[in-house]
T-cell receptor
Framework: GAVVSQHPSRVICKSGTSVKIECRSL??????MFWYRQFPKQSLMLMAT?????????EQGVEKDKFLINHASLTLSTLTVTSAHPEDSSFYIC???????????FGSGTRLTVV | KNEVEQSPQNLTAQEGEFITINCSYS?????LHWLQQHPGGGIVSLFM???GKKKHGRLIATINIQEKHSSLHITASHPRDSAVYIC????????????FGSGTQLTVLP
């Protein structure tokens, strides 16, 4: 149980375009989902906390107008990278947890390359 | 601010060796995760623990709350264990955010 599905797994886009990444909890409801970014050889960094039915909470230094998060249902959160630039190229991954007694499950990640 | 320190950063072992990866954290936590990240990037949760010890197959995780320290042990290591191992603390409180260590790149040679 506690499966999180993320797609696409890999995307290449041109500078200036937008890319949407989806994160779905398949067998549980997630009122909260987390979005992380990981640059090569570095640790995962929390970008934002996605809250179902309300605004996302962004970490310091993360532009909310550039990284749009929508959590419209209890099983789906989306991250849209708007006006992508090459420096946005990174590995993006989401996670969620069914409840406090259960650990976190991660999506399979999305490798974004902006050319 | 919570900080999570892992050691070693890189570890190379021969198949069959006993492996230990250490993790220290700075403030009180709700629980701690040990994660495994494969070369493609996918992350698998190995353990979540808040006290004592857990075992799953050849993997053992321990945590000492008083010393703010956790260890991940791999017995009879195998090349397929090669991956990045990450400890991540779960903050106390309702947010339950994860703070990640920098990871340990483990390579097990045949």
């Amino acid at each position: 149980g506690a499966v999180v599905s993320q797609h696409p797994s890999r995307v290449i886009c041109k500078s200036g375009t937008s890319v949407k990444i989806e994160c779905r909890s398949l067998d549980f409801q997630a009122t909260t989902m987390f979005w992380y970014r990981q640059f090569p050889k570095q640790s995962l960094m929390l970008m934002a906390t996605s809250n179902e039915g309300s605004k996302a909470t962004y970490e310091q230094g993360v532009e909310k107008d550039k990284f749009l998060i929508n959590h419209a249902s209890l099983t789906l959160s989306t991250l849209t990278v708007t006006s992508a630039h090459p420096e946005d190229s990174s590995f993006y991954i989401c996670s969620a947890s069914p409840d406090q007694n259960y650990g976190y499950t991660f999506g399979s990640g999305t490798r974004l390359t902006v050319v | 601010k919570n900080e999570v320190e892992q050691s070693p950063q890189n570890l190379t072992a021969q198949e069959g060796e006993f492996i230990t990866i250490n993790c220290s954290y700075s403030v009180g936590i709700s629980a701690l995760h040990w994660l495994q990240q494969h070369p493609g990037g996918g992350i698998v949760s190995l353990f979540m623990l808040s006290s004592g010890k857990k075992k799953h197959g050849r993997l053992i995780a321990t945590i000492n709350i008083q010393e703010k320290h956790s260890s991940l042990h791999i017995t009879a290591s195998h090349p397929r264990d090669s991956a990045v191992y990450i400890c991540a603390e779960i903050s106390s409180g309702s947010a339950r955010q994860l703070t990640f260590g920098s990871g340990t790149q483990l390579t097990v040679l045949p």
